[in-house]
Structures are given as structure tokens and as C-alpha cells.
């Protein structure tokens, strides 16, 4: 995710499985933190610290807010008793250091009660409505659509969902040769802002 | 900007597309870029103070229809297009000035390649290339370059990752 220049990434410890099959490693609790590649110095910064811990296979993504801010959204698995979403605005963030305060945090499981794609779902959040909008598959209509899920806390938690097209070249369980569904998921830059930058 | 032919040009285009993009009434507008069928789409999404939801507006980009594009990333007014099955090239755009520009890599792209552009506090554009993975035919496969506009030209980075991204 592009901020001020520079781009930052969520990142995990690396796991080097010297004579020990990766069966034999426990990666649910693999450190979690960004990092950012300084495009001035060229080189990445150091590790930053997230305003969580996120498991194997949970939904951890960024999106910028006004292009001088960064959010964050994780979303917990639902095997547990609710499914929280947590988005979480840097009040402060330079290449080696930031800081966060909470945005919005609602229990899932009552409004989709399914997991958004932990590979391939974006977002963007209205600071003013105190809404997100997140764009994953409709798993309901077995992924058939794009949609647009908006979420906020106020009214007592707010959800409402707008389809955005049909998923080209569908993949069907069992069938070949089409794409799979992480690849049909449109990942969404949401925040442009016009330049001026000669490129040619 | 070099004369002021280009800033009045410059200036009409911002009008035109201010009116057909950037108006902001009562519904707060959400401009953004994104991939449908391989294509890249313009998306505008309104958000009503009641947020009642309408439909957001999705349209084709008509300068880039005749290219499929796997993903795209952002920063600074400018899009990359990563190309679908073609390690030989990546597109540069900027969607107000309608610019594009091809780059070429110094050997060819690999197609687990990630990529990110920025610029620095000079504001030189530039692109981050990196693979960073394990094929069981190709074992590793390793490299993190960068890409500077001004010098058209990738040179190497020294990185030694203990992280995964």
C-alpha cells in the first residue's frame, strides 16, 4: 500500500525449516508486523509493530486514507464464538515508526457470518459516515458476485451489501479451466488522487 | 509543465474531468481504480450521508481495452499494470494526463514477481521488482531490483529478507 511515496507491506517472520519438516513448527503464533520500502533511502525500514496479533489464515489487509494515512483491517477465522472485524488508522507513520487508534470494531457473525478472502479483499473506509466498505465474493450465491459490504458502528451496527458485477469465467467445484475465485476478486485502488507526473 | 499551451490543456482536461468525476454534493464520492475480466476499470462509489447504497459506477477504461492486466498498484496519481502472461513488458499510467508508458526488464519478469510503486522525496517515480520464493523446479527463486524513471533503467538491491511478505 502506497503512502507518501513509500509502500508498505504486512509481513511475517520467516521460517527457516532446517532439518525439521514444516509439520514440526508451530507458525500460529509467526510474528506479525509492516514494513516499509523507503523509495528515498531504497531499502526496507524496520520491522513496525500492528495494533494486533493475527493468526494463520485470518484476513489482515491495508488500504490508505487520503494518502497520509494507513488503515488496517483484520478479521478473525470463524471458528470462534464471534468474528470480530477490527480496522485500526495510523495516527502517525514514517518508514520506522507508527502509531494507531481504533476505527471501527463489530462482531461479523450476525451480518455475513463468513470470513472476508484472507488473500485477496480490500477496503476503504469514509472517516466522516464512520463507514468501510469492503469488496470481497457473495459466498451465498456460490461467489457468483462482486460485492461491496458496507459496515459501521452507529445505528447499533450498520451493514448493508451492493452487488458490483458478475464474476467472469466462474469457477464451478469440480471443473477445469477456469479461473479460481481469489483471482476474480477485484482488488480496488480507492483513494486516487489526480497528478500531474509526466511519465512519457 | 513546459509552456502554457500544456497548462491550458492541462487546465480543461482538470475541468472536464471534475465535472464528470470529482463533483462532490451531497454523497460523498470514492474514485478509485479496478480489475474486471483482466480489464482495468474506473469505479466511483458514492457514499450518502443516510447511506442508503446506490450502485457505484463501473466503467472501462477505453486507452487500455485492448490489454488484459492480472493486478494493478497505485501511488501518486500514477497506475502500474501488471500484464496477464507477459513477462516481458509492464505499463505505467496516469489516467488524468492519459499517459502510458512501457517498461522493459532487464531480463525478463517472473511470474511470481511482486511489485510496488513510489517515489522518492525528490518525487523520482520509481518500481520495486522482487521475487522471493521457492519453485520445486526452479528451487529458489531470488532478486529484488529497483526501477528509476529519470535513468530508465533496474539496478539490483542488496536485501537480505528474514521476513515474508
Known sequence: ?200 | MTCLKTVRSVCKKWNALSKKWFFFGKAKQFLGFMMMDSRVCSLRFDLRKDLVVEPPSIKQVSILDQIEVSKIFHSDGLLLCIIKNDTTRLLVWNPYLEQTRWIQPRHNFHILDCYAIGHDKNRKHKILRFVDDFLPVENVVFGYEIYDFSLDSWRVLDVTPDWDI
Open chain 1, 1 to 200: 500500500m502506497s503512502l507518501r511515496g513509500n509502500t508498505y507491506f504486512f509481513a511475517k517472520e520467516r521460517y527457516i525449516f532446517e532439518g525439521k519438516g514444516p509439520e514440526e513448527i508451530d507458525i500460529t503464533e509467526t510474528e506479525d508486523f509492516l514494513l516499509c520500502f523507503d523509495f528515498t533511502a531504497e531499502r526496507f525500514g524496520p520491522r513496525l509493530p500492528l495494533p494486533f496479533h493475527s493468526y494463520y489464515a485470518e484476513t489482515v489487509t491495508l488500504s490508505c486514507v487520503k494518502e497520509d494515512q494507513l488503515s488496517v483491517l483484520c478479521q478473525r477465522q470463524p471458528s470462534e464464538p464471534s468474528e470480530i472485524l477490527e480496522i485500526w488508522v495510523s495516527t502517525n507513520i514514517q518508514p520506522n515508526a507508527v502509531s494507531w487508534s481504533i476505527f471501527l470494531k463489530v462482531d461479523m457473525r450476525p451480518l455475513t457470518g463468513f470470513q472476508f478472502n484472507d488473500m485477496a479483499g480490500s477496503f476503504f473506509i469514509d472517516q466522516e459516515n464512520k463507514v468501510a466498505v469492503v469488496f470481497d465474493l457473495d459466498p451465498s450465491q456460490i461467489c457468483r458476485y462482486q460485492t461491496a459490504y458496507i459496515i459501521g458502528q452507529e445505528y447499533g451496527g450498520y451493514f448493508n451489501s451492493v452487488n458490483i458485477g458478475e464474476v467472469p469465467n466462474l469457477w464451478i467445484p469440480g471443473s477445469v479451466g477456469y479461473a479460481d475465485t481469489t483471482s476474480c476478486i477485484p482488488p480496488v485502488c480507492s483513494s486516487y488522487v489526480p497528478s500531474l507526473v509526466q511519465i512519457g
